[in-house]
């Protein structure tokens, strides 16, 4: 079974502080995709990685997907308030395959 | 973009009764679809892929004959949770992707089960 190790599973940090969060595989995957979540709603894809060492930047965020294919990380630059969520990294090892999840980073920006 | 609906988005029912959640994709095709289940505050775990044209597959643990999924058009997928129990009450989601639209899975909105 594949496993998405994510990190940290929560951060709380100030409106204007930048963060990152982590996801970790044993595992290579073809692609790889962050969503983000609000309560009591489905999963909305923020982006989708395919190229190892691929960098992607969506407004604040930037996307990282690595070398190896193995893991990724999210950089929020000046975080704010709406940018409270859960963060949700999915692998999957080929293209219309399961998604495996990583377990989540709870983020919540104080203003 | 790939537009993914889910029906209902709550419901309620009385233990020992079924109930049947919709996923529809909207705009595009899909002969597969899946299911998951989330608990607060956790992350998403995959219960089962739906095949259309054929049975489903369901992850281990995941009782086939307590969560009956039924994937008869390309563009509709159902799970019924049969007899269900308050143990059963979760946030239900489901997911497909559009081949044509690249390599993300596209996410309805969710459904919330509380068995009383």
């Given at each position: ?8 599973q ?24 962050w ?6 709603e ?11 060492g ?17 893991d990724?990380s999210?950089?929020i ?8 969520g ?23 920006v104080?203003? | ?34 299911w ?22 369901y992850?281990?643990?995941?009782e086939k ?12 997928s159902?799970?019924?949770v049969?007899?269900?129990h ?22 309805g909105?969710?459904?919330?089960l509380t068995v009383?």
């Amino acid at each position: 079974t594949q496993l998405l190790e994510q990190s940290p599973q929560f951060l709380s940090i100030q409106e204007g502080e930048n963060l990152t969060v982590y996801c970790n595989s044993s595992s290579v995957f073809s692609s790889l995709q962050w969503y983000r979540q609000e309560p009591g709603e489905g999963p909305v894809l923020l982006v989708t990685v395919v190229t190892g060492g691929e960098v992607k930047k969506l407004k604040r965020l930037t996307f990282q997907f690595g070398d190896a294919r193995k893991d990724s990380s999210l950089h929020i630059t000046a975080a704010q308030p709406g940018d409270t969520g859960l963060y949700l990294c999915a692998g999957a090892e080929a293209a219309g395959n399961k998604l495996t999840f990583g377990g989540g980073t709870r983020v919540l920006v104080k203003p | 973009g790939a537009v993914v609906s889910q029906h209902p988005s709550w419901v309620i029912c009385k233990s020992g009764t079924s109930v049947k959640i919709e996923c529809r994709s909207l705009d595009f095709q899909a002969t597969t679809m899946f299911w998951y289940r989330q608990f607060p505050k956790q992350s998403l775990m995959l219960m089962a892929t739906s095949n259309e044209g054929s049975k489903a597959t369901y992850e281990q643990g995941v009782e086939k004959d307590k969560f009956l999924i039924n994937h008869a058009s390309l563009t509709l997928s159902t799970l019924t949770v049969t007899s269900a129990h308050p143990e059963d009450s979760s946030f239900y989601i489901c997911s497909a992707r559009d081949e044509g639209w690249g390599y993300g899975y596209t996410f309805g909105s969710g459904t919330r089960l509380t068995v009383v």
